[in-house]
């Protein structure tokens, strides 16, 4: 336990000050709000392992809304929510009157009065997701501002169109964790690169988030895509700024070899061309069930010339001593596993299954870090009241 | 926190008894017993927004049977069971085996053995959903004199054909904070009038919830709608007989304006005719799909004939000084908002909107005041209890 | 509370172990760690009826699995997980992305990062539910060894196509308390028969369960069933070898009647042949939907030649004194009740209604039982530690 108790002064060195916010963007958020993020992660990860209970709620619910489906992220928001005390209650928008026309304004004050924290994923529908995020936080600010709320709980972004944060969070921390330190990962570099898949719309928030997230601490990105499979211009330059801020490097290449050359980590991952997810966007809302199918032939036909975007056995030879960490925010298609051709061959994927596991370990600890540090004044105040009150887990 | 003294002071002068009975309808309770559901929902308000827990159960699960959609009434109870420390578990009738051949009386006792209450939601049939309560309260009568339970759940009507009493009690402890004190409702006029939407079905148990519960505290109600719209004619008697009882006055009118002239409150709402819902009844009952489209096509024909009943700024200019409070249970069908045509003028609920989000917000506390008062004998001992064990809510 | 002193030292005198392990098949435990589960059930039931809280728990996930439907298990997993202060989080594989090429081996750990046990109900097709479990165990033991997992969830079998064991153990639990003690039903006869019911594909796994866990005890155990509607052999092997080593006796008739004489308690259930089962299972892995109807009509077919085959008060008068105990899992198909012709009589099963009740209200308790032995080294001392902590459940 004398490990958290460094890591309790390491919080309260850092000047960050996330009470009262939601958490929507990783480029939002100031350096030490980050850092702070990741070492409350590790303090609740620490005191979970020591079998210390870190409930700091006796009340109050956590509402899910998720609006496409998720195994990892509902759990992981399940198993946060739970760890500090708080319960989930889903908000299904099939089971509620919202399509019977109640305005996101109403809704978000209904569901709200206690209520803590609101974790949503809407990642469907290019420039859709994020502005809904948005949307329910004014109204949550306009509700607690005139009253109707005794607290404004806070937003959590559980993946959105623009941006990842619980997965590339999660990711970071493990990169922490992997590489012994932050600032082990000055100077890294990490390949984060499309990769070939047999399915189509697959969202970019993945790959703009790591891009978004790893350029500010000082890592080599670099970025590599097939032409035409273009992330958000928007997200691209942030990564830009990012990393002439941090002191890194942000490259964008159209080389899958170019970017796995002397990688120390590689993430090869599909998505969707940030175009196409555009069109679709269109289509979707205009209900036009011909024009989908048309623009999933078309992109699949692409997709299918860009076969050999995937991290075989012989491309991770070519990473820093043909040993680069492979990542994945799960699940991957594996060729000849779960697809006859997909992002990565078997062996590879098989060797670094484990590793894969363990990144996906740190989200419920990253998201649990991002509630408390959003509803307590005073983080590592209240990780030394946890420690003081010292209450076993599970009892044994 | 004194406030919360006095009112336990008041809660100890109340001769009420609800332990261990079930809160169906307004009208089974005597006065004392309504005042002591308001001032415990007071109490557990002052406690929340003090941040203080007001956890009574260290387990126990808090069944929600919705036979409807619903958005706030199912966050309104999950709310109040989380407050109190007990899980809610979902009765979802698509998951279970309910429907291969289990009767109302077996379930119940399956579903109740650690459960301490039941809400239930069953509002889609005249002569239905209060009739499902009493078999469902009766099975459980059955199974705890029996010795299969250990405990006799109370179940609380989240609304039935008959009366929404969570609604009409959330309703009246926001007029009573609105007017300042249960008394200053005395003599206040209060229209509940039938107002357009365009859709069709509507239930009566708001109306016929306000009309039931607001005569009892000498309140001078009136009942507004078209002729032929009739609510089920035996609460229009209990309503009266409210009213007789408590020094109020009952008037039943065909005239919006009439209703609206001098009033202090008005709640414009739209409901279907007691006529057409029983014909509805009958029709679903016998699958008749034709016979149901044509009976919605008949009904909304004959609500179109109507639209002149709606809330509009002119009508709220003949209201006391031009200023009655308007009260909606939500959602509202807004004018030019969520419909073309609806029961209120867009600027009238924009003025009153955050007033009708308080209104809302009332509804977890009473519902937590319900389960309160069912369950434990003496709720201003347990009240006293919570403040002297005098536990944070969310540790800071 | 001086019982339950009793029922703590009865557990030490044990020689059982089931910390860390899944409960998956009676037969896989010894005679002493079945005791342990009843004792420890016994004792849960005992804490809980004296308003004890069983609470050992300050967080933590209880995955429920459930891939048919179902009421009452679901509810006892939800009533055991809440007990003792675990939160269920259902793993809805409609919801989730389960479909899309995610393997076992992957969510079992994805979901189990903050998670104690995993209830899972798999009893559609024979040769496919154990098999699933097992394949989730020891993924569970990849991530726990290989440091995903802080802790490896323990299994609990919400019934299978093999064994039902939350089912047997509750049923044995009730003829502990109903015979006053385990010892008392040395000897005693019980007829597990299937019964003619008009459905058809009722799953093994009650009789196999039933026959694989009674013959442990000395019982003398009798299942009968129509020429062709055989159990899986290799569990009636089971059950012969226990009835050997355990003192009892078990036959095997085709005659209700012959089982019903003089039996002590009579089992009556339809279930569908392993042979129908087996073929079932092809045709569904097949998609086979013609072949399914067919085989469908071929074995209400069957079925109907079977009709005789019900409990009947003539045959309930060959019992010993004409007054065995009636048991079912619920729900029962009864004649005139929930169909016209089914496995019992009406007024058989009236009489013993409460005692199934009864029966079925033993299951939250044998899950929470199974739960606590699972996760709690010494269980024992764990009761002792919650008779010291004496928190009380429900304020007063």
Chains 1, 2, 3 share one sequence.
């Not at 759990?75 to 019977?100: C, M, P, R, Y």
């Not at 700024?241 to 090869?268: C, L, W």
């Not at 820093?320 to 992002?343: F, N, T, W």
Request: hydrophobic letters at 40%; aromatic letters at 8%.
């Amino acid at each position: 336990m004398s490990h958290i108790k460094e890591l309790i002064r390491n919080i309260e060195d850092l000047a960050a000050n996330l009470f009262g916010k939601d958490f929507l963007l990783t480029w939002d958020k100031s350096e030490p709000e980050l850092k702070q993020v990741l070492t409350v992660a590790e303090a609740l990860e620490t005191l979970y392992r020591a079998n210390r209970s870190a409930r700091c709620f006796e009340s109050g619910l956590a509402i899910s809304n998720f609006r496409d489906q998720s195994t990892r992220t509902r759990f992981s928001f399940a198993s946060a929510a739970n760890l500090l005390g708080l319960t989930v209650q889903d908000l299904d928008e099939a089971k509620s009157q919202i399509a019977h026309g109640e305005t996101v304004r109403e809704t978000a004050n209904m569901i709200s009065f206690l209520t803590e924290v609101i974790g949503i994923r809407d990642d469907m529908y290019l420039g859709a997701g994020h502005t809904y995020m948005l949307e329910v936080a004014e109204a949550l600010d306009d509700g607690f501002q005139q009253g109707v709320l005794a607290q404004r709980p806070a937003i959590v972004n559980l993946q959105c169109d623009v941006d990842h944060p619980t997965q590339s969070m999660a990711d970071l921390l493990w990169l922490q964790e992997y590489f012994g330190g932050l600032e082990n990962l000055k100077g890294k570099k990490i390949a984060m690169t499309w990769a070939y898949s047999p399915s189509y719309g697959k969202p970019l928030s993945v790959p703009q988030g790591i891009i978004g997230l790893m350029t500010r601490f000082g890592m080599d990105v670099v970025l590599a895509h097939p032409e035409k499979y273009d992330l958000i211009p928007d997200v691209v330059e942030v990564a830009k700024k990012n990393a002439a801020d941090s002191g890194g490097r942000f490259t964008h290449v159209h080389s899958m070899d170019e970017a796995f050359q002397d990688a120390d980590i590689v993430y090869p991952k599909s998505w969707a061309p940030y175009e196409v997810m555009g069109e679709r966007t269109e289509l979707l809302k205009a209900g036009d069930r011909a024009g989908l199918a048309e623009l999933e032939q078309q992109a699949l036909a692409r997709n299918a010339e860009h076969k050999d975007w995937t991290c075989t056995e012989d491309r991770m030879k070519q990473t820093r001593d043909g040993k680069a960490l492979y990542m994945h925010c799960l699940p991957a298609d594996i060729s000849g596993v779960s697809c006859q051709e997909g992002e990565v061959e078997a062996s590879v994927f098989e060797r670094y299954r484990i590793d894969t596991y363990k990144e996906a370990s740190k989200k419920p600890f990253i998201i649990a870090a991002m509630i408390l540090t959003s509803r307590m004044q005073n983080p590592a105040a209240l990780l030394k009241g946890l420690l003081k009150r010292d209450t076993i887990r599970k009892m044994e």
